[in-house]
């Protein structure tokens, strides 16, 4: 079994920085695209920024310049560098991945547990 776990959602004023980590372990034979979503009560899940094996990244227009997506692939990590925190990127942010395990060529999503990022006003 494949398990994603995310870290380093808190509470934090506006203009301030976070970092979210997400490792993924288990039996995995390679991880395709990682991404972050994000998901605020009432809201639909929402695509932050995502990154393919190679290191190409995209994000979504609200958060360009002040989110930066990266990731290990030795470690199998991904994170979100989110600087210049505004109100409206409070949410679950949930991290995602597209992993091959070691029992099949399929590759099939996976999904974290969710942090929880509040930024006051």
């Known amino acids: 079994q494949v398990q994603l776990v995310e870290s380093g959602g808190g509470l934090v004023q506006t203009g301030e920085s976070v970092r979210l980590s997400c490792a993924a372990s288990?039996?995995?034979?390679?991880?395709?695209?990682m991404a972050w979503y994000r998901q605020a009560p009432g809201n639909q899940r929402e695509l932050v920024a995502s990154i393919s094996s190679a290191g190409r990244t995209n994000y979504d227009d609200s958060v360009k310049g002040r989110f930066t997506i990266s990731r290990d692939n030795a470690k199998y990590t991904v994170t979100l560098q989110m600087n210049s925190l505004k109100p409206e990127d409070t949410a679950v942010y949930y991290c995602k991945a597209g992993i091959i395990t070691l029992r099949t060529w399929i590759s099939s999503d996976y999904w974290g547990q969710g942090t929880q990022v509040t930024v006051s006003s």
């Open positions: 288990g039996t995995i034979r390679s991880i395709g695209v």
